[in-house]
């Protein structure tokens, strides 16, 4: 998918491997002008300003790789599935996040889950992984991300209330009560959503990969 934020990440992405490997002088004076002509066009697309983008772009070094997504789809015993309310834009979600160095993609599912939702959980098998740019998904920033999820067990069916800096509740839904809701475009698509419970409907389940 050819589209304009994906050719600047790859502009981006070839100056920062290039600035991190190149030996010759010559070669990385060539690949700095290559991300200043990387930042200046994300500017023109984001309206962020020079500290913003020096922020971005200076963030991370060596070669590029997209960042990591977990989601952790839960079900109880009436087959229902968790989601979560997140309070920036009062949208569902299926709880997850970013994967934080030092933590599995299982470990960061039950992290994630415990934090959004107040349960403990336990992962069971890999979902999917989704390139997010292959898909309908709502794009916050330029960042290229891969989308891992996973179907975790609850310890229990009780929730408890929750209201912490990203979500202030949690539910249990049918697949067509989730489908109504407002949901989180850039966290999960309904064809997630339908997938999830296909999984969970399924004995045995290839993981989904693009």
Excluded at 25 to 45: C, H, M, P, S
Excluded at 76 to 99: C, M
């Amino acid at each position: 998918m050819d589209n304009l934020e994906l050719l600047i990440q790859q502009l981006q992405a070839i100056a920062q491997s290039g600035k991190h490997y190149g030996k010759d002088v010559f070669d990385i004076e060539r690949y700095n002008q290559l991300e200043e002509v990387a930042k200046k066009l994300t500017g023109k697309l984001t309206g962020a300003n020079p500290e913003q983008l020096n922020v971005f772009f200076d963030s991370d070094n060596g070669y590029v790789t997209p960042k990591v997504d977990v989601r952790a789809v839960t079900f109880n015993s009436e087959g229902k599935i968790l989601l979560v309310n997140e309070k920036r834009g009062n949208t569902w979600s299926i709880p997850g996040g970013w994967a934080d160095i030092g933590y599995s993609i299982g470990e960061i599912a039950v992290k994630e889950t415990h934090e959004e939702a107040g349960i403990h959980v336990t992962p069971k098998r890999l979902i999917a992984v989704r390139d997010m740019h292959k898909h309908d998904y709502a794009q916050k920033n330029l960042s290229y991300i891969y989308k891992n999820i996973i179907e975790c067990v609850p310890d229990n069916n009780k929730l408890t209330d929750v209201d912490n800096s990203e979500t202030d509740a949690s539910e249990y839904f049918t697949l067509d009560e989730a489908l109504k809701l407002n949901l989180s475009l850039s966290r999960n698509l309904p064809e997630d959503l339908k997938m999830a419970f296909e999984c969970h409907n399924s004995t045995v389940w290839e993981t989904v990969f693009d």
